[in-house]
């Protein structure tokens, strides 16, 4: 794989990543950019569009989730949530890729935590005013939360919950 080092190349996944390709990330960490004058601020340009994309992207399939599914349990909901949460991985990833500048990483990093918590927030607001599910809901609104150090967790994770659960089975190929 070469590395992503040219203000072309970076536009590139930029765009590639707005788009929905989750395969950029590799390349992302291996490469790097030298800011200068004349591409420092396209560059940032460039990538927070491509970060307001995939954030516009997400919120609309997190608000279909809520109109296709007929929400019956405060278990279904937390299923609803739970796949919004693994669909918040690339952002999360996006906002941890090596190859990007530390302070653009800062500044994507604290706006998906602020993002996260506006959906709570909503989230709560929304839920119904009785019912025997609610303060389930609510707990299950208060564990949504952006995933960290997503390279880390996802594999101890997914290797964890392969050989905890009764239900699965490990495939060796």
Known sequence: MKKTVTYADWCNLFERFGN????????????SFDLDAGTAERFYNQA??????RKKLWLEKFQRSFETQNIK???HFGKVLLTAKKNLIPLSKFSQA?????????????????????IKKSLKEN????GNDKEKMILIINSFR?????????VQNDSKNIESSPLRRKIIF
């Open 20 to 31: 929905g390709d989750d395969t950029v990330f590799d390349e992302m960490n291996a490469g």
């Open 48 to 53: 927070e569009e491509a970060y307001k994309t």
């Open 73 to 75: 349990s405060a278990d």
């Open 98 to 118: 090596k190859g990007l500048p530390e302070d653009l990483k800062t500044v994507f990093k604290k706006d998906l935590e602020e993002f996260v918590e506006e």
């Open 127 to 130: 839920l119904p005013k009785s």
């Open 146 to 154: 952006l995933p960290e150090n997503v390279e880390e967790n996802s």
